[in-house]
């Protein structure tokens, strides 16, 4: 912490722009006006305007830290505290993976299928397909579902802080729903096998919730696992929406049609990968 006070933003920002590129951050100056930003919950335009105001003492230890975090590799939305998601702005933290801006894309694509009824998010984590559901369909219930209590603790602050409706249930798969009771279900499962998870960037692997990724030897266990447990709980007619590894859509595809569901195509997230897998509940047993 320097010696002269009162420190300016521009200061401020100079000084953590140099500490984060020499931590190899690929965007410093980016990224040090956004955690000064959201340490002061305002915006970075603000923040670039105001660059000769004074700056409390306080205030400049904790943007040091903050700093220090990052640099040290610690992901930015979990220096920060906060992470986008379409129209929303959600909490984050170890307790679940970082909301990602190709997963908006499968929740896109579900409305465009379904966007009334009753549907559930299967390893909702920090809540962000549910809430966007809640926000921007006409469903009777949103339902997320999530083994970690951590998760669910996560998602419930991320209700209250958008004053969304949702019900969080603990539970395993689609275990804690009566058959044929669900018009959908997404899901953005773990689909790394444990040789990729291993292989990993640090900033990942080192910080994000390994249940989040890994699936198995072959990245397809819980993909398997979702696509028979859901045609139970699934009406007929009904869809699912997965989120899936490039690498193995082909896959996930033929594992689809094996448990009953029909009509299953691939999709393209922005960047042109496959990435989404939606399907139609069948009408068989």
Same mark, same amino acid.
């Given at each position: 912490?320097?010696?002269?006070?009162? /420190?300016?933003?521009?200061?401020?920002?100079? @000084?953590?722009?140099?500490?984060?590129?020499?931590? #190899?951050?690929?965007?410093?100056?980016?990224? /040090?006006?956004?955690?000064?930003?959201?340490?002061? #919950? $305002?915006?970075?335009?603000?923040?670039?305007?105001?660059?000769?105001?004074?700056?409390?003492?306080?205030?400049?230890? =904790?943007?040091?830290?903050?700093?220090?975090?990052?640099?040290?590799?610690?992901?930015?939305?979990?220096? $920060?505290?906060?992470?986008?998601?379409?129209?929303?702005?959600?909490?984050?933290?170890?307790?679940?993976?970082?909301?990602?801006?190709?997963?908006?894309?499968?929740?896109?694509?579900?409305?465009?299928?379904?966007?009334?009824?009753?549907?559930?998010?299967? #390893? $909702?984590?920090?809540?962000?397909?549910?809430?966007?559901?809640?926000?921007?369909? *006409?469903?009777?219930?949103?339902?997320?579902?999530?083994?970690?209590? &951590?998760?669910?603790?996560?998602?419930?602050?991320?209700?209250?802080? $958008? #004053?969304?409706?949702?019900?969080?249930?603990?539970?395993?798969?689609?275990?804690?729903?009566?058959?044929?009771?669900?018009?959908?279900?997404?899901?953005?499962?773990?689909?790394? =096998?444990?040789?990729?998870?291993?292989?990993?960037?640090?900033?990942?692997?080192?910080?994000?919730?390994?249940?989040?990724?890994?699936?198995?030897?072959?990245?397809?266990?819980?993909?398997?696992?979702?696509?028979?447990?859901?045609?139970?709980?699934? *009406? /007929?007619?009904?869809?699912? &929406?997965?989120?899936?590894?490039?690498?193995?859509?082909?896959?996930?595809?033929?594992?689809?049609? =094996?448990? &009953?569901?029909?009509?299953?195509?691939?999709?393209?997230?922005?960047?042109? @990968?496959?990435?989404?897998?939606?399907?139609? @509940?069948?009408?068989?047993?």
């Amino acid at each position: 912490m320097p010696s002269e006070f009162p /420190a300016t933003p521009r200061e401020l920002l100079a @000084r953590a722009t140099i500490r984060l590129r020499q931590a #190899g951050v690929q965007d410093p100056r980016r990224e /040090a006006v956004r955690i000064l930003a959201d340490l002061r #919950g $305002t915006s970075p335009g603000a923040v670039l305007s105001g660059q000769e105001q004074s700056v409390e003492p306080a205030e400049v230890v =904790a943007y040091d830290r903050l700093i220090a975090r990052r640099a040290a590799g610690e992901p930015l939305a979990y220096v $920060t505290g906060l992470a986008g998601f379409r129209q929303l702005t959600l909490h984050a933290d170890r307790r679940a993976l970082i909301p990602r801006p190709e997963t908006e894309g499968l929740v896109a694509l579900l409305l465009e299928r379904c966007s009334g009824g009753v549907v559930a998010d299967i #390893g $909702t984590g920090s809540g962000c397909i549910a809430l966007s559901l809640a926000e921007e369909g *006409r469903f009777q219930s949103v339902v997320g579902v999530d083994q970690s209590a &951590g998760a669910l603790a996560l998602a419930r602050e991320n209700a209250a802080l $958008t #004053g969304l409706r949702v019900d969080l249930v603990r539970g395993d798969l689609t275990s804690a729903f009566a058959g044929e009771c669900l018009d959908a279900v997404i899901s953005n499962p773990p689909y790394l =096998a444990q040789a990729e998870y291993d292989s990993l960037d640090s900033s990942v692997r080192d910080w994000e919730p390994a249940s989040a990724l890994v699936s198995g030897d072959d990245g397809l266990r819980a993909t398997r696992l979702l696509l028979a447990d859901a045609f139970r709980a699934v *009406r /007929a007619g009904g869809w699912i &929406g997965l989120e899936v590894d490039s690498n193995r859509a082909g896959e996930s595809v033929r594992l689809a049609l =094996a448990s &009953g569901w029909e009509a299953a195509e691939i999709l393209d997230d922005l960047y042109g @990968r496959e990435r989404y897998m939606l399907a139609r @509940r069948s009408n068989g047993l």
